[in-house]
């Protein structure tokens, strides 16, 4: 009998063992996420960057749409910035009223007017900026992408997301230690000022406070660049891929939405400002020399200027004094590039709401490179030449 009873209850230690061990494993998971910031809302993380001024980096959720939406709410700026991520660099600081940078919320013309009137669902801004992508007039665009404004569905819990403290161990993305300081609450000292997420606990790559994106990892040399030597890029070019399609036609309905949002925000009495994002000039270059490929972005140019009254064309930026090593990557512009976008734009209605002194000094100081704010770099970090060309 008492064999029996041995038996059954290592039968049954048998069967429990790995539930018991499923559920310490979703536990330490659980715990970790949460320790690193990976389940604070996009809301609650709005209002802590406002109070600290810290960074937002998350490297397991792609609700970008949520928290900008969120951002929106809290900041209730007099000047919004809205379009893809060739728009992230605009920064607040050269900006005398409160401001608050959208980049990424939209990925197309119909995007974008869905993201304007999500936008203006929970604040009012005096002013939009809108970033244009010639791209997205293409007729083979493949966007827009899927972006969630729903804060609940771009943080839900998912099994892919409960093993990926473990897929990034084995990957070696977390070094042991770093996991299990983490699971005993301590703090991250990468960065000077509170990280949430782990993509900005660990590499420094996230939000800041207006919504601006910081580029650390590459800036500062923690990680190789994504883009050496624009690459990567140029050979999108020349093969004709991905944002860098061949063609001749423009796809005429994208407009339709564009035409739509400018109207609207006109007879609500918000001011509009469009521009075409900037391409580094080596890029840039590389597409004028092949005209025939590139037909149908010369007339996206032209229907453009047509279209917005107050508009600025900065696909070509040297004229403005940009080089390639003010990029982040071929058709990313860095901050430096963004502030002379900005300057150039001071002869539209968005001259009256920026910080011409500051705008000036920046560029004076930074030419030639990427970061304007060193707040997130680390004592001692300076940038560092992460494209491989000949910059400072």
Same mark, same amino acid.
Do not use: C
């Given at each position: 009998m008492k064999n029996a009873r041995r038996t059954y209850r290592r039968y049954i230690a048998l069967l429990l063992a790995p539930a018991v061990a499923a559920a310490l494993g979703i536990g330490a998971s659980l715990l970790f *996420?949460? %320790?690193?910031?990976?389940?604070?809302?996009?809301?609650?993380?709005?209002? $802590?960057?406002?109070?600290?001024?810290?960074?937002?980096? $998350?490297?397991?959720?792609?609700?970008?749409?949520? !928290?900008?939406l969120a951002l929106a709410a809290r900041r209730q700026p007099q000047v919004a910035i809205i379009g893809s991520s060739r728009t992230l660099t605009v920064a607040s600081e050269f900006f005398a009223v409160p401001t608050a940078n959208l980049g990424l919320m939209a990925s197309s013309t119909r995007q974008l007017e869905a993201a304007v009137n999500d936008v203006l669902a929970v604040a009012r801004p005096q002013l939009l900026v809108l970033g244009i992508d010639f791209f997205w007039f293409h007729p083979q665009w493949a966007g827009p !992408?899927?972006?969630?404004?729903?804060?609940?569905? $771009?943080?839900?819990? =998912?099994?892919?997301? +409960?093993? #990926?403290?473990? %897929?990034?161990?084995a990957f070696g993305q977390i070094r042991p230690e770093e996991a299990f300081a983490a699971l005993a609450g301590a703090p991250p000292n990468l960065l000077p000022v509170p990280a949430i997420g782990?993509?900005? &606990? $660990?590499?420094?790559?996230?939000?800041?406070?207006?919504?601006?994106?910081?580029?650390?990892?590459? /800036?500062f040399g923690r990680l190789p660049a994504d883009d050496p030597g624009f690459a @990567?890029? +140029? @050979?999108?070019?020349? &093969?004709?891929?991905?944002? !860098?399609?061949?063609?001749?036609?423009?796809?005429?309905?994208? !407009?339709?939405?564009?035409?739509?949002? /400018?109207?609207? +925000? %006109? %007879?609500?009495?918000?001011?509009?400002?469009?521009?075409?994002?900037?391409?580094?000039?080596?890029?840039?270059?590389?597409?004028?020399?092949?005209?025939?490929?590139? #037909?149908?972005?010369?007339?996206?140019?032209?229907?453009?200027?047509?279209?917005?009254?107050?508009? *600025? @064309? #900065? =696909? @070509? /930026?040297?004229?403005?004094?940009a080089n390639d090593c003010e990029f982040v990557d071929g058709f990313h512009a860095g901050a430096v590039a963004s502030a002379r976008i900005l300057a150039?734009?001071?002869s539209t209605d968005l001259g009256r709401y920026l910080d011409a002194a500051k705008i000036a000094d920046a560029i004076a100081t930074h030419a030639g490179m990427v970061a304007t704010d060193l707040r997130y770099a680390r004592p001692g970090e300076r940038e560092v030449n992460f494209l491989g060309l000949p910059c400072k």
């Open positions: *996420l949460e %320790r690193v910031g990976e389940l604070v809302s996009p809301p609650k993380i709005a209002e $802590s960057l406002q109070a600290t001024g810290g960074l937002y980096g $998350s490297a397991l959720h792609d609700d970008a749409y949520a !928290f900008k !992408f899927v972006l969630s404004p729903s804060a609940e569905l $771009s943080r839900k819990l =998912t099994p892919n997301k +409960l093993l #990926a403290p473990y %897929r990034w161990l782990w993509r900005a &606990r $660990s590499r420094g790559d996230g939000y800041a406070a207006d919504g601006q994106y910081v580029y650390g990892s590459q /800036i @990567d890029t +140029l @050979d999108r070019v020349v &093969r004709g891929t991905s944002q !860098f399609r061949h063609g001749s036609e423009i796809d005429a309905d994208a !407009f339709a939405p564009l035409v739509r949002t /400018i109207a609207r +925000l %006109r %007879r609500e009495g918000i001011a509009v400002v469009t521009y075409l994002p900037p391409l580094a000039p080596s890029v840039n270059e590389a597409m004028r020399v092949r005209p025939e490929r590139y #037909a149908y972005v010369e007339a996206v140019r032209a229907r453009m200027a047509a279209l917005s009254p107050q508009h *600025l @064309d #900065a =696909t @070509d /930026i040297a004229p403005l004094g150039a734009l001071a």
